[in-house]
């Protein structure tokens, strides 16, 4: 952080020259408001992209109706991190507590179901007015349990690092994610400058319910 000592603040506010610093404040811990603390649980997710930004979109689809539960605005820089991070913890969940589970696959399975279109996810998917906006994050927490992962999206500005949103995944759908997120980021890096459209959607995590 830079030192004030040596640039004074007028106690009176009638200083006209604009106060800029570089503030570098390490995200350690973070508050934890009471409306995102109980978090929120997530059984497929939509990665959006545009030029400058990622947008995860956390879907519910266990019962009806199927809900958009949470949003994550990124920067390309955090969605790299936040990869690296998940494929870190996916390594260290496999030293505790063994090999993810599993879904037993039929000895004869059923053709796959045809992909939806964006607009067929949206239109199953309630994308609640609250959540429209987004959470902006610049730094992601995350923790793991045998049988779920946790991430904590922070947005980490001075003073106090808050936790934007709080999202809960089963174990087995962690490794989907991180497909999701690579495949993305792949995609995103792919494109030249020129062909970045306003909005383009990437792959859901799982597939929605139908």
Request: aromatic letters at 8%; proline letters at 14%.
């Amino acid at each position: 952080m830079s030192d004030l000592t040596n640039h004074p603040i007028s106690p009176r506010g009638d200083d006209d020259k604009p106060i800029s610093q570089r503030v570098q404040h390490q995200p350690v811990s973070a508050r934890v408001p009471e409306r995102v603390a109980r978090g929120v649980f997530s059984t497929g997710q939509l990665v959006l992209d545009s030029p400058k930004e990622f947008c995860i979109d956390f879907l519910y689809g266990l019962s009806r109706p199927y809900q958009v539960v949470g949003r994550v605005i990124m920067v390309p820089a955090t969605m790299t991190e936040f990869t690296s991070a998940l494929e870190h913890n996916l390594s260290l969940y496999q030293q505790n507590f063994g090999a993810l589970p599993v879904t037993p696959t039929p000895v004869v399975p059923p053709p796959p179901p045809p992909k939806p279109t964006i607009e067929e996810i949206y239109q199953n998917f309630k994308l609640p007015d609250d959540l429209l906006p987004g959470a902006y994050a610049n730094s992601v927490m995350i923790s793991h349990s045998a049988t779920e992962f946790c991430f904590d999206f922070i947005a980490g500005f001075y003073p106090t690092s808050v936790v934007a949103s709080r999202v809960i995944v089963s174990a087995p759908t962690a490794p989907r994610l991180l497909n999701t997120l690579k495949g993305s980021i792949a995609n995103w890096r792919s494109r030249p400058p020129a062909t970045l459209g306003p909005q383009s959607p990437g792959s859901p995590a799982d597939q929605p319910p139908t």
